[in-house]
């Protein structure tokens, strides 16, 4: 969790088609309050995408529990949706990561001729580890729902990171990138 949001911070989390979400749905981060920007410098169409009547939308997708406090599910931008469901790679990541001997992982989407997109891991081990495709899908089984678990991995050396040290998702998609 992230804890509840601050006194002076008023949220709204909704559903893609507007509606509010309930307790433990899963929907878009709306905050409102005087830290809001007022909007991105000369650049009114960014504005007029993140800004609405003076909520901000943060591109973050969280749940809300019944005592209020916020759990981050990931980014609207990282989700895809795979025969109809919504997937949220954070959650792959954390499930992958529990796997003694993976040090760092990154789910992106690819493209699939029956599910739509499917998930495609990134894997990078421990100095001195392998890794088993086989013990992957099993533990995945163990966890997941059979939709998110990913359909290939890759191992590499690396993520690629962007200036701010984030993974580089797009450098992952457009293949930049050398497998072990």
Same mark, same amino acid.
Request: hydrophobic share 40%.
């Given at each position: 969790?992230?804890?509840?949001?601050?006194?002076?911070?008023? #949220?709204?989390?909704?559903?893609?088609?507007?509606?509010?979400?309930?307790?433990?749905?899963?929907?878009? $981060?709306?905050?409102?309050?005087?830290?809001? #920007?007022?909007?991105?410098?000369?650049?009114?169409?960014?504005?007029?995408?993140?800004?609405?009547?003076?909520?901000?939308?943060? @591109?973050?997708?969280?749940?809300?529990?019944?005592?209020?406090?916020?759990?981050?599910?990931?980014?609207?931008?990282?989700?895809?949706?795979?025969?109809?469901?919504?997937?949220?790679?954070?959650?792959?990541?954390?499930?992958?990561?529990?796997?003694? @001997?993976?040090?760092?992982?990154?789910?992106?989407? #690819?493209?699939?001729?029956?599910?739509?997109?499917?998930?495609?891991?990134?894997?990078?081990?421990?100095? @001195?580890?392998?890794?088993?495709?086989?013990?992957? $899908?099993?533990?995945?089984?163990?966890? $997941?729902?059979?939709?998110?678990?990913?359909?290939?991995?890759?191992?590499?050396?690396?993520?690629?990171?962007?200036? #701010?040290?984030?993974?580089?998702?797009?450098?992952?998609?457009?293949?930049?990138?050398?497998?072990?």
């Amino acid at each position: 969790s992230i804890g509840k949001p601050n006194f002076y911070v008023q #949220t709204r989390i909704l559903h893609e088609s507007g509606v509010e979400a309930k307790a433990n749905e899963t929907g878009e $981060l709306l905050i409102k309050g005087p830290m809001v #920007t007022p909007g991105y410098w000369g650049n009114s169409e960014a504005t007029k995408k993140a800004l609405e009547n003076g909520w901000l939308h943060t @591109g973050d997708l969280v749940r809300q529990d019944e005592e209020g406090y916020l759990y981050v599910v990931d980014r609207i931008k990282n989700m895809f949706i795979s025969g109809g469901e919504n997937v949220y790679p954070a959650e792959i990541e954390r499930i992958l990561g529990q796997m003694e @001997g993976i040090k760092e992982v990154a789910i992106i989407p #690819t493209a699939h001729d029956k599910w739509g997109e499917v998930g495609k891991a990134f894997i990078v081990l421990e100095l @001195g580890r392998t890794f088993s495709e086989a013990a992957a $899908l099993a533990h995945c089984r163990t966890y $997941l729902a059979k939709f998110k678990i990913p359909q290939s991995f890759v191992c590499l050396e690396d993520l690629p990171k962007n200036g #701010t040290g984030k993974i580089d998702r797009v450098a992952l998609k457009n293949g930049a990138y050398s497998s072990v």
